[in-house]
């Protein structure tokens, strides 16, 4: 089992920065895969970013290629999502999730674990 809560979200103008947290608990952290999502309102969870347990391979969504980047520290049981050039169509809740296979990968249904999500407000 593991507990997962993001934060770091917040309201910012377009063009800015965000560097977003997702903090583990438990003892197994780095045998995990974790990815991120994003979920606007009326819309579904769509794929961010995934990294591997080890942090060797990493994947992207197109929306956010270049923009942003999902890095890892296993020793703070904590991965992270920075994220450059905003733009309003990042808006949305940004949910951290860990996968028990180890692998990156961009499908919903093989994240096992789940935080609560913390919201990024990209004006223009």
């Known amino acids: 089992q593991v507990q997962l809560v993001e934060s770091g979200g917040g309201l910012v103008q377009a063009g800015d920065s965000l560097r977003l947290s997702c903090a583990a608990s438990?003892?197994?952290?780095?045998?995990?895969?974790m990815g991120w999502f994003r979920q606007a309102p009326g819309k579904e969870r769509e794929f961010v970013a995934a990294?591997?347990?080890?942090?060797?391979?990493?994947l992207y969504a197109d929306s956010v290629q270049g923009r942003f980047t999902i890095s890892r520290d296993n020793a703070k049981n904590t991965v992270y999502l920075q994220m450059n050039s905003l733009k309003p169509e990042d808006t949305a809740v940004y949910y951290c999730?860990?996968?028990?296979?180890?692998?990156?990968?961009?499908?919903?249904?093989?994240?096992?674990?789940w935080g609560q999500g913390t919201q990024v407000t990209v004006s223009s």
């Open positions: 999730g860990a996968d028990r296979s180890g692998y990156a990968g961009s499908l919903l249904r093989r994240y096992d674990y």
């Open positions: 438990g003892r197994t952290f780095s045998r995990y895969g």
């Open positions: 990294t591997t347990w080890n942090g060797d391979n990493t």
